[in-house]
């Protein structure tokens, strides 16, 4: 996970007279796929095998040659496939070819828990927009820091943790430009024990304000992008730039960042995922403009009060219960002394949300 966006997570066994001579899985992307590694790992001939794959193999020349070329060449003689490839490209023309070859082919076997492992991937290949998970850490009071917007640290040390697995699994984590001026994070990936990947970093800053000594800025420049409006200064942009960090300028949306056309555009440059790490006010706008999927809250039993003490959703607000944003299909399991929420955004109900507003 995180190796291969914006490809899909695909693994493969070949087992014949009943055993298990090879597996295999797409490591990293522009390397081999699944199927090629698993036929590459067998310990003898494949030939009269079966082949389980969890995605239907391709059939198209991309970052390597398709894989229902060697399955058919390696003379496999059935394919059980868990899910079709939503890739257009794919979509049904590989299971055709084999099928055509004479290869017995069972598919949407494990359907359901393989659409869920590749979330991020059928998201981006189907609309070409990244899926969006929204995380909150926040106290059993409801809060993301206190009146003096003291923050560290509210979840604890295995909460933090999981957070660095799930920057690991994103292309991007996207966060406000009052994060970076209250808590001046480095937003990058630390796994004990564990090669990681950094993610791309967005800050989503509608004026420019971002202080050219920030630590997202100080390391790593080039991975960041400041998504912007016209209401940044010319001179902030060249510097910006000049550190290393890409400017987006959208359009304005209400005064901001029009987060609809940004993750339309972070589609084009083929980021498929993205971790929304905050602040409050642009957790609401997100959620608002409809480009939430999947919320992945932290809670600690903690307890630190204060009116004016932020949440983690902020804004606006909602006028009323039933424009209230249900969280569908969620689960809860302990992360150390915390309590690790993740559900996803009930669009029927997100509708009219967004038509009341």
């Known amino acids: 996970m995180g190796w291969v966006n914006p490809n899909p997570l695909v693994g493969a066994v070949i087992v014949k007279n009943g055993r298990i001579i090879g597996e295999g899985y797409h490591a990293c992307f522009g390397g081999p796929h699944a199927e090629v590694n698993a036929i590459e790992n ?52 590989g299971l055709k070819i084999l099928k055509d070859a004479g290869i017995s082919v069972t598919t949407g076997i494990e ?61 991007a984590v996207m966060i406000g430009i009052n994060t970076v001026l209250y808590d001046d994070p480095l937003l990058n990936t630390r796994r004990i024990r564990k090669k990681s990947r950094d993610p791309l970093k ?40 000049r550190l290393g960090a890409q400017v987006i300028v959208c359009p304005q949306k209400e005064g901001k960042v029009d987060l609809g056309h940004l993750m339309f555009s972070l589609g084009k440059m083929g980021i498929d995922s993205v971790l929304l790490e905050g602040g409050s006010t642009i957790a609401f706008s997100a959620l608002m403009n409809g480009v ?20 983690p959703v902020g804004g606006k607000g909602l006028s009323s219960m039933e424009d209230a944003i249900v969280i569908e299909n969620w689960k809860y399991r302990k992360t150390g002394t915390d309590i690790m929420v993740e559900g996803y955004i009930g669009k029927t109900n997100l509708k009219g949300s967004l038509q009341r507003c």
């Not at 971002?210 to 942009?237: G, R, S, W, Y």
């Not at 939430?292 to 003490?309: E, L, N, Q, T």
């Open 292 to 311: 939430v999927d999947k919320v992945v809250s932290f809670i600690a039993p903690k307890i630190i009060g204060g009116v004016a003490a932020p949440s």
């Open 42 to 93: 067998a310990t003898e001939s494949v030939k009269g095998a079966t082949l389980y794959v969890t995605m239907e193999p391709c059939s198209h020349h991309g970052k390597t040659p398709p894989c229902t070329d060697t399955i058919i060449e390696k003379g496999i003689l059935k394919v059980v496939v868990g899910m079709m490839d939503p890739n257009p490209l794919v979509n049904g023309k």
């Open 111 to 171: 359907e359901a828990t393989i659409l869920k492992m590749n979330e991020q991937f059928v998201k981006y290949i189907i609309t070409g927009r990244p899926f969006c998970t929204l995380k909150t850490a926040m106290t059993l009071d409801g809060k993301i820091a206190t009146v003096e917007n003291a923050s560290r640290w509210i979840s604890g040390e295995d909460s933090r943790k999981q957070v660095h697995e799930l920057r690991q699994q994103y292309s």
């Open 202 to 241: 967005i800050i989503v800053d509608s004026s420019g304000k971002i202080p050219l000594e920030a630590k997202v800025l100080k390391i790593n420049p080039q991975l960041v992008i400041l998504a912007t409006t016209d209401k940044i200064e010319m001179t902030k942009k060249r510097d910006l730039e």
